[in-house]
């Protein structure tokens, strides 16, 4: 019912910035709340940021507060993640996910999206 593929990711120096996008098609996209996530090697999957609908709200996991800023274009049925400073432990694949409804909103937890994209690595080398 919806599709996600991210765009963006590449091979960076510490300190350097990337943009990453996700572009969503099949049912109304500004009805997600959205969220990123990342897996790095040997590592579970880990919440980075989330947007609701509107993109009134936002949510970053500590490691990245300051330096990621998550953005949504729902006229392009876009999701970007700017990621600045970046370090080597930020290396890792990088996933958008669509926002499963729920009566409680939990942006952190990824079992509550039921829409993934396909992934975009990320590689940060010191």
């Known amino acids: 019912q919806v599709r996600l593929v991210e765009s963006g990711g590449g091979l960076v120096q510490a300190g350097d910035s990337l943009r990453l996008s996700c572009a969503a098609s099949g049912r109304t996209f500004l009805i997600y709340a959205m969220g990123w996530f990342r897996q790095a090697p040997g590592k579970s999957r880990e919440f980075v940021a989330g947007?609701?609908?509107?993109?009134?709200?936002?949510f970053y996991a500590d490691s990245v507060k300051g330096r990621f800023t998550i953005s949504r274009d729902n006229a392009k049925n876009t999701v970007y993640l700017q990621m600045d400073s970046l370090k080597p432990e930020d290396t890792a694949v990088h996933y958008c996910?669509?926002?499963?409804?729920?009566?409680?909103?939990?942006?952190?937890?990824?079992?509550?999206?039921?829409?993934w994209g396909q992934g975009t690595q990320v590689t940060v080398s010191s």
């Open positions: 996910a669509a926002y499963e409804t729920g009566r409680v909103y939990s942006p952190t937890l990824a079992a509550n999206y039921g829409y």
């Open positions: 947007i609701t609908r509107g993109g009134g709200s936002t």
